[in-house]
């Protein structure tokens, strides 16, 4: 999750730094260890998200409406 800010724009440069940081720690096989998914973006942010890599999305929102 990304810091709350109005214009999901404003999200790209920390999922850029995510990705990054995701591809740097595959390099370094971890015994055990699978680095296959990126998880990042949500309901307002998903399209960002899979433009900068995300392989998994979190759409709860979109799809059952805002928590009460």
């Given at each position: 999750?990304?810091?709350?800010?109005?214009?999901?724009?404003?999200?790209?440069?920390?999922?850029?730094?995510?990705r990054?940081i995701?591809?740097?720690?595959?390099?370094?096989?971890?015994?055990?260890?699978?680095?296959?998914?990126?998880?990042?973006?949500?309901?307002?942010?998903?399209?960002?998200?899979?433009?900068?890599?995300?392989?998994?999305?979190?759409?709860g929102?979109?799809?059952?409406?805002?928590?009460?």
């Open positions: 999750m990304g810091p709350l800010v109005e214009n999901p724009q404003d999200l790209r440069p920390y999922f850029k730094l995510t990054r995701f591809e740097s720690c595959k390099k370094f096989n971890f015994p055990n260890v699978e680095m296959k998914i990126l998880s990042m973006g949500m309901s307002d942010s998903w399209r960002i998200a899979i433009e900068e890599g995300a392989t998994c999305i979190r759409i929102t979109a799809i059952f409406g805002p928590r009460k």
